[in-house]
T-cell receptor, first 115, second 115 residues
Framework: DVKVTQSSRYLVKRTGEKVFLECVQDMDHENMFWYRQDPGLGLRLIYFSYDVKMKEKGDIPEGYSVSREKKERFSLILESASTNQTSMYLC??????????????FGPGTRLTVL | AQTVTQSQPEMSVQEAETVTLSCTYDTSESNYYLFWYKQPPSRQMILVIRQEAYKQQNATENRFSVNFQKAAKSFSLKISDSQLGDTAMYFCAFIGQGGSEKLVFGKGTKLTVNP
């Protein structure tokens, strides 16, 4: 089974802190994603990566950056956390397309609270 | 740009009954894929069912089936013989055939199955 893990289930940080959220997948997937999930807004894509050191902005990249130094790991960075970044963060991965589209496999999520 | 609309923020159903969750989408692409994902309370998001637009036959997975109406751009999920474990957030999602790995999600429907 595909396993996507995230470094923390719950995280509490203070305004202005630099925050790292880590995601690791064990199935050699090329594509990895970071989403933000808020009630009534569904999932919104922050950034995704289709290869090591490659990244593309999603729909809401402002205030975030990412790093992908190894294929299995995709990090989301909040350079200076703000209270409006309090949210649930979901990581996902999927293999590269060979024939058709593949499902995305999700991690358990990190609930981040910024005080 | 593609959009996905789930018009029912919350629904409830009695155990053993049938419930249908609605989803409509907007796209100019002729081929694409549609998904229903399930997110149980405090648990990981998992794929429930998928449909490829060029396949006319509606997808079925055990108690879960879809009613895919391509002309109407409608993709509803029917859950038969509802079980308590079906209580979850359900997200409808769209991805085009045309290369981008970006999955577009609806805002979700919170389904509660009552005993």
């Amino acid at each position: 089974d595909v396993k996507v893990t995230q470094s923390s289930r719950y995280l509490v940080k203070r305004t202005g802190e630099k925050v790292f959220l880590e995601c690791v997948q064990d199935m050699d997937h090329e594509n990895m994603f970071w989403y933000r999930q808020d009630p009534g807004l569904g999932l919104r894509l922050i950034y995704f990566s289709y290869d090591v050191k490659m990244k593309e902005k999603g729909d809401i990249p402002e205030g975030y950056s990412v790093s992908r130094e190894k294929k299995e790991r995709f990090s989301l960075i909040l350079e200076s956390a703000s209270t409006n970044q309090t949210s649930m963060y979901l990581c996902a991965s999927t293999p590269a397309r060979v024939a058709g589209v593949n499902e995305q496999f999700f991690g358990p999520g990190t609930r981040l609270t910024v005080l | 740009a593609q959009t996905v609309t789930q018009s029912q923020p919350e629904m409830s159903v009695q155990e053993a009954e049938t419930v249908t969750l609605s989803c409509t989408y907007d796209t100019s692409e002729s081929n694409y894929y549609l998904f229903w994902y399930k997110q149980p309370p405090s648990r990981q998001m998992i794929l429930v069912i998928r449909q490829e637009a060029y396949k006319q036959q509606n997808a079925t997975e055990n108690r879960f089936s879809v009613n895919f109406q391509k002309a109407a751009k409608s993709f509803s999920l029917k859950i038969s013989d509802s079980q308590l474990g079906d209580t979850a957030m359900y997200f409808c999602a769209f991805i085009g055939q045309g290369g981008s790995e970006k999955l577009v999600f609806g805002k979700g429907t919170k389904l509660t199955v009552n005993p």
